[in-house]
């Protein structure tokens, strides 16, 4: 997973800075929504933990440290695809 994301990041770097917004944009949100569902059930589904997991029953203070470098990174990057100028 970490391969692939890394691997379209540095295609969207070379093809151009709208493909670079884009992919902020596009995978920022994704990573910040998986947090957000880590925090809510305890599994993602970018690793498609909910589908071989399901909901854990996790106490919240955990899911919120494990969710936290999603909703960090994802939130950051999705701002800053939004808040560039094209």
Known sequence: MYIRSA???FT???ISRRAT???L???GTLYFLDGVMGVAIGSGYLD???VRFGVLDLPL???ILTSLPHLLLGGIG???GF???R
């Open 7 to 9: 691997a379209w990041a």
């Open 12 to 14: 969207a770097v070379a």
């Open 21 to 23: 917004v884009d992919f």
């Open 25 to 27: 944009r596009i995978f």
């Open 48 to 50: 498609l933990g909910v």
């Open 61 to 63: 203070w955990f899911k």
């Open 78 to 80: 999705s701002a800053a």
């Open 83 to 85: 808040l560039s100028k």
